[in-house]
Nanobody, 122 residues
Framework: QVQLVESGGGLVQAGGSLRLSCAASGRTFSSYTMGWFRQAPEKQREFVGA????????YYADSVKGRFCISRDNAKNTVLLQMNSLKPEDTAVYYC???????????????WGQGTQVTVSS
């Protein structure tokens, strides 16, 4: 089992950058595929991207491709979401999630963090 805690959210102007961090507990962090999701008010949760257990593969939603970058440090049990060129439509609560399956394109995850708010002003 793994517990996830996101941090780094906040208010940023359009065009700016923000980096979210997800700290995981547990000694098997490196076994998990990690994903990021977001949910805007009155909208369904949306997949943002995922990174393989080794960190050598990533997969992104079209809406963030080229602007967002996911990385991980297995020695520190941390996964990062670097968000650049932010837009007002990126405003949402961002969640990190973990799963043991290795397919990056599936969105069924086993463990979830509590989320962190990102607000992008125009």
């Amino acid at each position: 089992q793994v517990q996830l805690v996101e941090s780094g959210g906040g208010l940023v102007q359009a065009g700016g950058s923000l980096r979210l961090s997800c700290a995981a507990s547990g000694r098997t962090f490196s076994s998990y595929t990690m994903g990021w999701f977001r949910q805007a008010p009155e909208k369904q949760r949306e997949f943002v991207g995922a990174i393989s257990w080794s960190g050598d593969m990533t997969y992104y939603a079209d809406s963030v491709k080229g602007r967002f970058c996911i990385s991980r440090d297995n020695a520190k049990n941390t996964v990062l979401l670097q968000m650049n060129s932010l837009k007002p439509e990126d405003t949402a609560v961002y969640y990190c999630a973990a799963k043991l399956t290795t397919t990056l394109t599936t969105t069924l995850y086993d463990y979830w963090g509590q989320g962190t708010q990102v607000t992008v002003s125009s």
